[in-house]
């Protein structure tokens, strides 16, 4: 059983941190560097900038056109005789320009044709009219005469564009369309190409001097190493090193960044993927990146494979799934089975894969000659806690008080995640005080907003808060009195998160297994605020919700799951971690049987509690005492709290089973 952070019981409308170590996210330290692929200077590709070019020349061409039609002027065309030459006699023209037989020109007056109002014109002058009279009459009526050559022909740029223009443009989307579609069948083929990043030996290169905590685990791994370092060492001798490492642990504990430091201390590229970046809508897609990915991975060796969450395609096969051998999910499993199991003994290619659930996944994964080899990665212990701390403080100014052993001693069950967020939340809360460096009071302050909430701003009436002082007072008094419970460390009724109050215990140091008494004190001790309020408003409230929540889950595992119940034995009655039928290890049990646990967890229960109502009666002024000091000064810790009470601290070696 691992180990408890510690059991925060206080509830008034809704679930407590439980502050173990299930159900963490990943711990990942990544890197600097590009996330895949190579470095190496990209390559441009001039298709993409055509459409843009073409966008440009149409605007070139709307400009001109625009412009060509903004300086036109209109001239309505007007007969030679009468009108051109009655204007003329009458002395109304200004000017005119000729260009071989076309006149236009400008009038000084308005003048009507066609019931047209006309003052600027054009004309043609007649290939019979006497050009040397009309010269004369023109000469004589004081006109300006301008004369302008005739064209030789249409400019060559004018022609290209507005000639062949528009078949350019055919041919060019027609290129793009072609071009088009066979992207579009490129794209159909990428579906099958591996998604894996490819990490190189100096891109954010991960030693094993930035992976703490976890030192079995880099034993373990230590051979992996050695073995892409020198592998004639090995093969003189007819030794072959493990095709397939698989990396179990809880979440967080630092499965990821350990696969990276292996392959950075080989100085080897490392391919990584998560497992469910295989899996695609379209079948076969799955194993066509697995041999993909396989593939590049022989041709970089030696290299590493590393699958991250190998669960989410590895389960065993028919469990919990559709049965049979077609579904997307069983022949990418299958895909894998059949490259793991193909490897040449001369290829230096190593398979590292991590997930959180190594009970389900299929027997064939497991076997000799595939994942052969498991390293279990478990939660650091107290060293292990500190060393994690150095790693993630090495950028973080501390203050000279700070003292990382001490900070470690106060975070039992914190696995590497758990503590990368600690400093990070105490560096904010520094910076957020203008403090020059994370100080003592910043990791304290830290701690307790990770382990029991943020504070809330909640007007509470003096009613609530009494009833919240007493609910709390509860859960320390059982605590502090009760032999095999966890010490009582901070009390609160500041609201934190969904819970109006908190009473934070933790024990004196790292716990992997547990007593029957001692689950029994943590039963009373969750009980606690309940039979306060009982004892001393002769009612109960919805405050202890999740105190209740805690207690049964607690039971049932004792009952059902640990063999601590006489009626049922040393038998598993429940399904482990919640798991249905159609997983391995669990069977359907029968109604009796079912019947037969809840009436063991009631009883174990309702006995708990009757103690606890008889320990708070006999203790009540210690349990007013505690919920007065509450009442002033809203927040106790350990020694005040202890005080308070009137009630000596004890240590955890000197407590002995009731």
Known sequence: MASSLAMATDERRGPTPRGTPDGREPWRVEGAGPTGGSPGRPRVRWSRFLPYLLIVLGLFALNYWIASRATHVSRPRVPYSPFFLRQVRQGNVIDITSKGTAIQGDLKHEAKYNDQKVIRFKTEVPAFANTDALSLLLQSNGVVINAQPLDTGTPLWETIVFGFGPTLLFIILFVLLIRRAGSASGMLGGFGRSRARRYEAAEGRVTFEDVAGIDEAKAELSEIVDFLKEPQKYA???GRIPRGVLLSGLPGTGKTLLARAVAGEANVPFFSLSASEFIEAIVGVGASRVRDLFTQAKANAPAIVFIDELDAIGRARGAGGVIGGHDEREQTLNQILTEM???????????????NRP??????????GRFDRRVAVQPPDLIGRRKILEVHTRSVPLAPEVDLGRVA???????????????????????HRSHDAVTSEDFAGALEKIILGAERKVMMTPEDRRRTAYHESGHAIVGMLTPGADPVRKVSIIPRGMALGVTFSAPDADRFNYEEHELVARIKVALGGRGAEQIVFDETTTGAESDIQQVTEIARHMVGRWGMSTAIGPIAALPSDGRGPLYPGTQEQSEHTRRLVDEEVRRLVERAYGEVLELLQEHRPRLDGLAEALLAHETLDEED????????RRAEAEVAPA
Do not use: C, H, K, Q
């Open 359 to 368: 009970d389900v996944l299929d027997p064939a994964l497991l076997r000799p």
């Open 641 to 648: 709290a202890y005080a308070a009470a009137g009630i000596e």
């Open 341 to 355: 199991d193909g490897f040449d003994t001369s290829t230096n290619v190593i398979v590292l894969a991590a997930t």
């Open 409 to 431: 001693a106060t975070t039992p069950g914190m696995v590497g995640a758990d503590l990368a967020n600690l400093v990070n939340e105490a560096a904010l809360l520094a910076a």
């Open 236 to 238: 003189r001798l007819g």
